[in-house]
Structure formats: structure tokens, C-alpha cells
């Protein structure tokens, strides 16, 4: 081979084949992905190194690729998945459907290549406990990593299981692209290549708050192959875009002011990435310093505005009481009086954020490729950025790597879209880890002060709360999350007397919004604490103060709702542990015992509307077009699984699409209702299919509806019914007393219908993992003088990696909610909302602390 110096280039065997790449790569996944469009190796934090994502195998060895220089390649041998031999492609494709050892995809072909690296080496007698050990450079977010392991044990002994052939309603069938998403061929939009395709670097703020007074783009601009650069100044239509409230700018202009360490100043696009962020930094940007405000408290109490274009700091207040509090509390036999602090947290979807937006050929309408978890919502705000009509804007869903939330609001979408509308031409804009840490929105820290009383027998008397959230700057939905913390703040547990107010703050900190639990996990944090410490006073177990106290029908609920028989699975799922339970402390663990209730749906009086359609195509493929974003979860495989049961068809016949050509979505992939209102809008699709007798090329259109419900805090309703659904769990955790580590974590779950088993347990078990993290280890806090983020990597998120996770055995239950389609309930938020309640218990066993404050094992973070 040819020398590299001499060359200007490095020569290696890539998948038995001589290649020769550009030696001015970063390192080689750059060399894979963007000149040799390998794209099996994913990025998901190039250059640190911490996903695993990039792994690939260099001269028999796995290696994460975004840390490996191109000299230890030079005269090498490079593996990718697209290398290995059909029959381990197949291998592993199988066992990673069968097992269900996949959810959003992102981090799998990573990890496939680790275990072909172990399997090559130890072949069957690769045990689980070497598998955990050695997948310890690989972060997955969705699956807890137990079906992971299921997957590569079963390669590893050659015991692949079969997979589910029948997609009845009920059945573990496949998940929906499963093989291709275990094998990277499914692509993301980071792997989409368009020929003449140009790249997108956004500028970032060097200050959370300051006067913008001038932006200099001249360096920038004269890079060799920089075509443009962008500013506020370029926006043909509206400045402003947001999901509830339009106070987000896409841009921060001169004269305008910053207001968290995510703004965007300027767009830079090149003819390939790494020109366009080598240019981004060349933007000198003049900024008037002012002084954060980080405090929320502070933030409440002072005149001083935080954000630009708003005028307080109080971005909303939910509130209610019922019952007559100062009575119930002067009846109490037991009062508990303790503030709970929540901290801020990362989603850590492994996929960053990336958009691709390609003009037509006319110049008159764009087509927009997003990962968004509302792409109807994408639509309408990037067609208000461009001033074009909604019409001339589609948006196609391509399914995301992870989400849980914090794909919501639009991070580069209105930015690629600006770009690709002013230069006629393809743009693709890719955040990089860091910048997609800065940018979008995390889960709510939260201050909650509860008081809460018991009589004689342990049963609650009232319960009194103030909390205040820090939802840094621009609204998100950070008002419904504190509106749905004060709505869940009683749990699941009967409440006579209640008076509840929590307040939202803007701050200059990272914004927060939607995530997964979306204030029922930080509001039950709080009253699993309380209910245990009452349950100490009064002389009873965790167990029997729950069962004493939980929710019936007909029973008032919180707000005052009064509860339907839907709320049965409250109790049906904590006497599913209480065998369990007894069985644990007997043997001498500590034991702490969560138990949960999360609505499903917005709720809140918003009127909810969903649509699906059904084509069957000349071909005979059948097209099942919904308006929700698969984003791991299965939203596709349940709207498959309907339609192949409600019309008798071969589920392979089917493919799923999203996207805005029709007008099928309202709102957001959240509040746990894909499963709910997807299923019912298909169903109701395949009905009308059915009476027109199933015609060719037609779209037959369902609706599913709910409006029927009341914003919590209406004068004058005194039973208000705040949600239509809940879904409800059960968590026991069960810990050694000597070294207080987590030993085993049992769940029980009503989920009413489990319309596929498989990934109802999947995504039990990634709950319960990110649930375990949030209780323990995870935390994102910012710097009180700056309001920057002091985390930067994913390794410094804290997030648990497969050693660290103990045994999950999760138990579904099946109590159907009525007047919901097949008696859906939601499993995808309720799995992390007991957990941090229960590991709080099982603490306070083992080592005497009763802890108010997560992380609990976070450095300096003893209590009293």
C-alpha cells in the first residue's frame, strides 16, 4: 500500500475491501460515515467516545470508532456490520427481534458489534455477567438492558428463539423494522445521503443573559466552501415558534437579548459538516453582559424580567383545595412536615438531534425529514418561520433514536428548513452531543414543601402542598408539567381535605419541559415519602399504610375527580408484591415499596383528537398512516397489529407512515396516549375500511376522540374529571442491608390491555432502569453565578450502565379502563413514577437516612 504521508490519504481493508479515505478525518467513524457512507456505526457523541454507539472492529478488536485516530487504522483491517457474514447478520438480526432486545434502535448496531467481538472469543461460554461487564462502554436508554442480554445469551448458545408469527392483538409479535434497526440498515436522518446535499452548524450563545449588539460574519462567510451564513436578519416570517406559547426565538438577533446558554445566533451552512462548524466559530458575536437569574425563588419575587420578550417571571400557577383543611389537620393523630428537592435531568436519547430539509424543484414547497415527537407541530412553526402557508411545508416523520420527551420542541428543524427555503438547495443540520445538551429542553427540578396527616389507623387526612419548578426560560410545556405535578401530587391515595399550588419559574438556567413522568414522578417522589414517614409514626408497614389508603372507585381523587373502575388496578397491583414483599423481609432484606398512578393523555379540559387512515394500494400493500412519532416505543407495531387483527390481513402486507400530506395529528407523541388514541383512530380507520369493502386507493379515515374532560382548577366544578385515563404501578425494591445495593427490583403494572407483551416488558424495564438512575445517580445541574449546564459528556450524567443494573421482574396486569379502545391504559410514562419513591424506602431500612433529596448517592449528598 501506499504510504500515507506520501499520499495525503489512509489506506485500510474495510469489509475484505481496499479503501483509501482523506487522512484530515477527526477519526475514523468521520471517514466511515461522511466520505465512505458506511452509516451502520451511529453517532451519537463523536468525539468522547461514551455511547458506544460507533463500535466497530479494527484489526480483530472492538473499538469505538469517534476515539480512534486513522493512523491505527493506516494498513489495517476495518469491520463494520455491513461486513459480517449473512449467517451472523441473520443470527443476530433474529435473536434481537425475538428477544425484543431493541426499542428506538440508535445504540443496537454498537452494541451487536461487541457481542460478535465476545462471541468470537468465548463463544457459548459467554455468561450474562461477562456480557454486562464488557458492554460497559455502551449507553442504552430505552431497554434497561435486559433484553439485550437475553439477545446476545442467546447468539452466544446458539438458543435463538422463534419469532412471534401472529400479530393479533395480545401477541408478542415482532417489533415493527426490528431486524433492520438491530443490523443499522434502517437509517436515521443522519444517515440519509441526497445528492448535492449541503451541511448546517448553528452559533451558540456565549451568555445566558446579554444585549446582543452586533454580530460579525464576515470571517465566517469567506471560509473556502462556506456558502452562506444566516442570521434573524435572514427570517422571511415570524421570529418566535413554541409548542404552547409562541416565546422561543429560532434566532437571537442584534438588539435582541439571550436568555439560556442554548440560543442560536447564527446559521452556518458549508459543503460538508465539518467546514460549516469550523466556520461557526469563527462568528464574533458583541454581547452587553447582564447577571443571570438562577435562583427560581428569587426569580418569582423580583421585578426584573429573565427572558426576553416576556414581562414576569412566573410563568404560570395551577392550583386547588378541597375538603376543609384546618379541621382535618387539627384531627390528626400523626403529621408529617418535609421538603423534597428534585434535580434537574437529561433525556440522553442516544440519537442527537438532526433535521434534513429539501426544497422542491419548483422553489415553491420544502419537504422536511424530522425526528420530532409532533411533526404537525413542526409543520406549522417552520411554516411561520419561512412565511409560507402550511401547505407548502411537509414534514415526514423519520422514526428517532429516543426521545422520552425532549424531542417536544423544535430544536434545528426551523434552522435547516431557514437554510434549505433560502438557498434553494438540500441542508442537513446535525447537532452535536454537546450542543444538543445545551439546546434542548430536561425534566423540571422541583421544590416541594408537603405537609400531610394521619388518624390512629393510618388513613390520610389531608395533605397540603407548595412547590416551585425551575423551568429556566422559555415556556416549553413547562406549565403543564407543573400543572400535572400538582394534579398528581396525592398519588394514587384517597385525600379528604387537600390544598395544593405549584408555581413555574423562568429562569435563565436550561430550559425544562417534557420528559418522561412529566411531574407525576417528582410529586410522588414526594408523597411516597410522607406516607412512609406517617406510616413509621403510626406503628404500620409501607405495605399495609398503601393498602389502607389506596384508591377505589367512587373514591374522590386528588383535584376532585371521582374515580371509575379503571383505578381497580391501583390495588391489584400492589397485592401482586405483597407476597414478595413478605417473602424479602423475611429473608432479611430492606424493602421499599413504591406505588404510582400517571394519566394517560393530556387531559385538563384540552380537547384531544387523533386520526388514522387506511389505504390499500394497487400492489397490495396496505398503507396504516397515524399521527404519532415512533420513537422506540412501538406506536408502529400496535397500529400494525390493530389493523392486521381488525382486517384479517398478513401484518407483511402493512407499512406505517407519518406524515403531514394528511391532516391526522393534533398535538404531541406524549402524556402516554400514543397507544391509547393511535389504537383507536386505527381501529375506528379499519371500521370504515370494513363498510366501504376495504376499496382500492381510497383513504378510509378514522377518528378517536377525547373531550370530555376539565381543566384542573375550574370555578364551580366540584368534581372535575381531570383525566380520562390513568395507568398505575406497583414497584418493590428489594436491597441488601449491608451494602444498601439494589438486589433485585420487582414491578407490577396495570397497563389494561397489553396489546403486545413483549413491549410492554421492555418498556417496563427502561423505565424502571432511567427510574433507578433519577432515584440514585443522575443529575444535570447548572452553574448558579452563569446558568451553563456543568455537564457536557454523557459519562458525567450518571446514567446506569448494564453492570450497574440490578434484576428487573416485571409483572403486567390487565384491568381494563372502560370507554377506552380495547381498555388501554399507557405503560410508557407510569414505569419510573413509584421508583425513586420506593428506593427512598428500602434506604431507609438498610442505613436508617430517610432522604428528601435526589440523587440519593450522589457525592455530599448525605441527609438527616
Known sequence: METVEAAGVVNFELNGTPVSVRRTHPHLLSALRDELDVTSPKDGCSPSGQCGCCTVIVNGKAVVSCQTPLTKVADGTVTTLEGFSENERQAFADSFAACGGLQCGFCIPGIVVRAKALIDKKGANLERDDIKRHLGAHLCRCTGYVKILDAIEAVAKGRIPEQATSAEIGSRFTKYEAPALALGDRGYIDDIRIPGMLHAALHLTKHTRAEVLGIDISKAASLPGVRAVFTAADIPGELLVGIIYKDWPVMIPVGGFTSYAGDVLAIV???????????????????????????????????????????????????????????????????????????????????????????????NSIHVYSGGQGVWDDRNDIARVLGIDNEQVTVELVSNGGAFGGKED????????????????????????????????????????????????????????????????????????????AGHASGPYHVPAIDVRATAARTNNPICGAFRGFGAN?????????????????????????????????????????????????????????????????????????????????GNG?????????????????????????????????????????????????????????????????????????????????????????????????????????????????????????????????????????????????????????????????????????????????????????????????????????PIEVRIIESPQPNSPYGIKGVGEIGLVPTAGAVAAALRQATGTWHHTLPMQRAGSDED
Open 269 to 363: 451552512v458549508a459543503d460538508d459538516r465539518l467546514t460549516a462548524r469550523q466556520a461557526s466559530e469563527l462568528i464574533d458575536v458583541t454581547y452587553r453582559p447582564l447577571t443571570p437569574i438562577t435562583d427560581p425563588f428569587a426569580a418569582i419575587e423580583t421585578s426584573e424580567v429573565a427572558v426576553w420578550k416576556t414581562t414576569d417571571n412566573v410563568l404560570s400557577v395551577s392550583e386547588y383545595r378541597r375538603g376543609d383543611l384546618e379541621a382535618a389537620r387539627a384531627a390528626s393523630a400523626h403529621v408529617v412536615k418535609e421538603r423534597f428537592t428534585t434535580q434537574r435531568i437529561e433525556h440522553a436519547f442516544l440519537e442527537p438531534e438532526s433535521t434534513l430539509a429539501v426544497p422542491n424543484t419548483e422553489g
Open 410 to 485: 423544535m430544536s434545528n428543524q426551523a434552522h435547516a428548513a431557514l437554510a434549505a427555503w433560502l438557498l434553494q438547495k438540500p441542508v442537513r443540520c446535525t447537532l452535536s452531543r454537546e450542543e444538543s445538551l445545551l439546546m434542548h429542553a430536561k425534566r423540571h427540578p422541583i421544590v416541594m414543601d408537603y405537609e400531610a396527616g394521619c388518624d390512629l389507623e393510618g388513613r390520610l387526612t389531608y395533605l397540603h402542598v407548595r412547590a416551585v419548578g425551575d423551568s429556566g426560560a422559555y415556556a416549553s410545556v413547562g406549565m403543564k408539567v407543573l400543572e400535572r405535578m
Open 522 to 602: 417528582q410529586a410522588q417522589f414526594a408523597m411516597e415519602g410522607v406516607l412512609d414517614r406517617l406510616a413509621e409514626q403510626a406503628g404500620l408497614s409501607g405495605f399495609e399504610i398503601r393498602k389502607r389508603n389506596v384508591i377505589k372507585p367512587n373514591m374522590v381523587w386528588g383535584p376532585g375527580q371521582i374515580m371509575d373502575d379503571g383505578c381497580l388496578g391501583a390495588e391489584l397491583c400492589l397485592d401482586e408484591l405483597r407476597e414478595e414483599y413478605d417473602r424479602a423481609l423475611a429473608d432479611g432484606y430492606a424493602v421499599g415499596l413504591g406505588l404510582g398512578l400517571k394519566n394517560s393523555g393530556l
Open 606 to 806: 384540552f380537547k384531544e383528537i387523533t386520526r388514522a387512515v387506511v389505504r390499500f394500494c394497487q400492489d397490495g400493500t396496505v398503507e396504516v398512516r397515524h399521527g404519532w412519532t415512533e420513537m422506540g416505543q412501538g406506536i408502529h407495531t400496535v397500529a400494525l397489529q390493530v389493523a392486521s387483527t381488525e382486517l384479517g390481513i398478513d401484518p407483511a402486507r402493512i407499512r406505517v407512515i407519518v406524515d403531514t400530506t394528511r391532516e391526522l395529528g393534533l398535538g404531541q407523541t406524549t402524556g402516554s396516549r400514543g397507544t391509547l388514541m393511535g389504537a383507536g383512530a386505527v381501529k375506528a380507520a379499519c371500521d370504515t375500511a370494513k363498510v366501504a369493502d376495504c376499496a382500492i386507493e381510497v383513504d378510509h379515515l378514522g377518528e378517536y376522540r377525547v373531550d370530555w374532560t376539565t381543566k384542573l382548577g375550574e370555578p364551580g366544578v366540584t368534581n372535575p374529571i381531570i383525566h380520562s385515563t390513568f395507568g398505575y404501578a406497583a414497584q418493590l425494591v428489594i436491597m441488601n442491608r449491608e451494602t444498601a445495593k439494589i438486589v433485585k427490583v420487582v414491578a407490577a403494572h396495570d397497563v389494561g390491555r397489553a396489546m403486545n407483551p413483549q413491549l410492554c416488558e421492555g418498556q417496563i424495564e427502561g423505565s424502571v432502569h432511567m427510574g433507578l438512575g433519577y432515584a440514585l445517580t443522575e443529575d444535570f445541574p447548572s452553574d448558579p453565578t452563569t446558568g451553563f449546564p456543568l455537564n457536557n459528556t454523557l459519562r458525567s450524567l450518571g446514567i446506569l450502565r448494564a453492570k450497574d443494573v440490578p
